[in-house]
């Protein structure tokens, strides 16, 4: 009998940029749109959620838009990220580029974090996720708002193992879960 090692667990982190100030209100290229200042309170916020939740990202893939890059820097400010790339299918898309750039990923990541842009972050969140609790499941298909974050894990020693259906939803949040407002003006 052969001794087989099991296969580790990776941990995926699907995070939607926080809210962006409106393409109508910007007098700059779509790519250049900058967060609003309510995005930035969030994206900090869920920085410390993060932290303190262990959810802690080894390697970031980031769409290279200034508005998912101001989503990123307040998690490297308090979780150490050793490596970064923001390719340009992170913001044009389609759902299977994103997929690819994960499955290119070393597998010497265990924990990974994608920042991107709706629709593809929300459409790959739910075609991975195969299994999960049915009220984070269900949260998952009503809607992916700016800042909502998807905590996926799946069996594999290779994130080319990544597969439709494959992943666990083990997490999923939005603004109004880690940063909720003390007034009731902004459960909107």
Known sequence: ???????????LYLLRHAKAIPAA?????????????RGHEDAKALAGVMKRKGYLPEYALCSPATRTKQTLDPIEDVIDIPEKSCP??????PVGGLLGELQKVSPSFDRVILVGHNP????????LSGS???SLVQRLKERYKPGAISVLTFEGDDWA???????ELVDYMDPLDYNAP???????
């Open 1 to 11: 009998m052969t001794d087989q090692k099991a296969p580790s667990k990776k941990h």
């Open 182 to 188: 003390s007034t009731p003006a902004r459960w909107t």
């Open 161 to 167: 193992d990544l597969r439709p259906g494959c992943a």
């Open 25 to 37: 209100e910007s007098k700059c290229e779509d790519i250049e749109r900058v967060l609003a200042p």
């Open 132 to 134: 999960g609790g049915a």
């Open 120 to 127: 593809d972050i929300w459409d790959l969140a739910k075609i």
């Open 88 to 93: 340009k299918i992170l913001y044009t898309g």
